[in-house]
C-alpha cells in the first residue's frame, strides 16, 4: 500500500478536525463558508482514516520464533 503524505501529522489533522465541527455546530458561518469547512473536514477525514488504516497495517503482532521475529496480523477484535 503506498504511503499517503498529509499535510498534518495525524493527531494535528484531528485537532483541525475537530475544530471545523465546532465551527461548523457554532451555526454562525454562511453557506459559502459552511462549504468551505465542509469540504476541508471531508479532506481530513479521507486523511485520517488513511492514516489510520496504514498505522494498522504496521500494528502488526511480533512473535518470537526459533530466535528471528515474525510478523502477524494485528487483530482488532472489532470484526
Known amino acids: 500500500m503506498a504511503k499517503t503524505k498529509t499535510p498534518y501529522p495525524f493527531e494535528d489533522a484531528f485537532e483541525r478536525l475537530e475544530a471545523l465541527v465546532s465551527r461548523m455546530e457554532s ?4 453557506l ?17 482514516q488513511q492514516a ?12 518470537k520464533k526459533q530466535g528471528e521475529i515474525s510478523v502477524a496480523p494485528f487483530d482488532s477484535g472489532d470484526r
Open 52 to 63: 489510520l488504516q496504514e498505522a494498522e497495517l504496521k500494528v502488526n503482532e511480533l512473535v
Open 27 to 30: 451555526g454562525d458561518l454562511t
Open 32 to 48: 459559502e463558508e459552511s462549504m468551505q469547512t465542509f469540504e476541508e473536514g471531508v479532506k481530513l477525514t479521507r486523511e485520517c
